[in-house]
């Protein structure tokens, strides 16, 4: 599995949160309720079963014409990554807290380093992709269906997947070319890189290096983008006249900008630098707060979405009844 052929690591042990069997099971219930809660949330937005109760023929975003923008578009396709997002850590996760081995193998783990970094890269590229889109249909009103149409959307949401998923196969093979030769133990829930490379057998600063700038530019670079659209987006918001016309503008951001806030700020701490000595407990406790509650907080939120969803469930009810 590596160059050296020094490794005699076939699996890793996933500590996650160490506590008595009782507070493991608590932890497990409040987690799969969590779990369950992002999975309805977002998969409401992105799927509704069709006439004859099967799912995934109709998406939400297609069933109101209200719901036929760019924003929504956005919307629904955000609401699918985090689905795919919190599937590549906490379905693991909860199997570990029954579990008294906490093993995951030596694939499997880098299988999970690779899919959980390519869709948080992913979200990177989305969430200024989105401040664009509020930019444009706030500064831009006018110029906002020509610039912005759907063909463009689709367009961009496609490159922001396909340039996320070509980030990371350089830095994941790299780091499985390592020795791993013991111990094996990594107090965390996920394959992160920070407690990977602390399992190496030898320094590899030169990875460690190239981890950190990767990360730096695509935080820093979408960052700036974000508070660069923002900053537009207040200045024109100033100028509105209306109170009530303010509140109206701000009301399209809020979920987005409250999103882009806890997922950035968590992301600054862990990964500009991720092995920079940060407490196992705080490591876990940052990489679940961005991996499992953020992705909760954007589902449902716009109104306009939630009285879409109402709509479609009561005409399924009307359906069902005849």
Known sequence: MNRSGVSTVTEFILLSFPCSKEVQVILFMLFLVSYILTLM?????????????????????????RLHTPMYVLLANFSFLEICYVNTTIPSMLKNFLSETKTISFIACFFQFYFFFSMGTTETFILPLMAFDRYLAICQPLHYPVIMN???????????????????????????????????TTDHFVCDPGPLLALSCIPAPGIELSCSILSSLIIFITLFFILGSYTLVLRAVLRVPSAAGRRKAFSTCGSHLAVASLFYGTLMIMYISPTSGNPGGIQKIVTLFYSSVTPLIYSLR?????????????????????
């Open 41 to 65: 949330g977002n998969g409401a937005i992105v799927l509704h079963p069709d006439t004859d109760g099967e799912w995934g023929h109709f998406i939400a975003v297609k069933l109101d014409r």
């Open 150 to 184: 759907n063909h463009l959307c689709m367009n961009l949401v496609a490159l922001c997947w396909v340039t996320a998923f070509l980030c990371y196969p350089i830095p994941t093979y790299f780091i499985t070319q390592l020795p791993f030769c013991g111990p094996n």
């Open 302 to 322: 716009n109104k306009d979405m939630k009285a879409a969803l109402r709509k479609i469930h009561m005409c399924t009810g009307i359906s069902q009844s005849k």
